[in-house]
């Protein structure tokens, strides 16, 4: 069963959102994610700085620290300007068509990005975070500096921004049922829950019409 997840990697709420679906989802073995690139903020769109709020002083809003403290998640100040994601999700279709492990890669960028500052733009950067996850380096880097995936990511934005009725991210789809946002634990937890049911009701109902 699969949990479709449509996010970006410079998006405080997925970083979030993200975090909160990685600790619920242990809970449910019986899900399967599929990870949906959504740039936020797509060549060639201008790159904008990232500052502190004018009137409050403050990088992030209050409320936005507090969850990111109930999941002992560190929110400092991403590199700036904004970095583009294309080639961090070009590294992320790398490392699912090489056998290694998305969910630890998708961690891992996002925690560069919000924890270390470090540009996930830099093909230098994703060859670091990938070092550890059991592809193969040169290889990476050559898909890197040859865009090798650039094919597949431009498929995923055009399922993404086109097919896919998403309008924000994170967004989370399964078994017709849906949410956005970094909706917290309890409700990512109860979606899931939710999610399970609404399809185990589904098959049930066509077991039983295919008996009539």
């Known amino acids: 069963m699969k949990l479709h997840v449509?996010?970006?990697?410079?998006?405080?709420?997925c970083y979030l959102g993200v975090s909160q679906l990685i600790i619920a989802e242990e809970a449910f073995?019986?899900?399967?994610?599929?990870w949906h690139p959504f740039e936020l903020l797509p060549v060639p769109m201008a790159r904008p700085e990232h500052?502190?709020?004018?009137?409050?002083?403050?990088?992030?809003?209050?409320?936005?620290v507090a969850e990111a403290g109930k999941l002992g998640l560190a929110l400092r100040?991403?590199?700036?300007?904004?970095?583009?994601?294309g080639k961090a999700f070009q590294g992320m279709h790398f490392v699912a068509a090489h056998?290694?492990?998305?969910?630890t890669y998708n961690k891992q960028v996002f925690r560069a990005?919000?924890?270390?500052?470090?540009?996930?733009?830099?093909p230098e950067v994703l060859a670091d975070i990938v070092s550890g996850l059991g592809v193969e380096a040169y290889s990476f880097n050559i898909a890197m500096k040859e865009g090798l995936y650039g094919d597949a990511q431009q498929k995923a934005l055009r399922h993404a921004y086109f097919e896919s009725g998403v309008e924000?991210?994170?967004?989370?789809?399964?078994?017709?049922?849906?949410?956005?946002?970094?909706?917290?634990?309890e409700t990512m937890e109860k979606f899931l829950s939710d999610g399970l049911k609404h399809e185990q009701?589904?098959?049930t109902a066509k077991s039983e019409a295919g008996n009539e």
């Open 201 to 203: 009701k589904s098959e």
């Open 168 to 185: 924000e991210v994170p967004t989370y789809k399964l078994a017709g049922l849906r949410i956005s946002g970094a909706v917290g634990l």
């Open 113 to 122: 990005h919000f924890e270390q500052g470090r540009d996930i733009g830099s």
């Open 77 to 85: 100040r991403p590199f700036s300007p904004t970095p583009y994601t």
């Open 99 to 103: 056998g290694g492990d998305v969910r």
């Open 51 to 64: 500052l502190p709020d004018p009137e409050t002083g403050e990088l992030w809003p209050p409320a936005l």
């Open 29 to 34: 073995p019986e899900i399967e994610i599929a």
């Open 6 to 13: 449509y996010f970006d990697y410079t998006c405080p709420f």
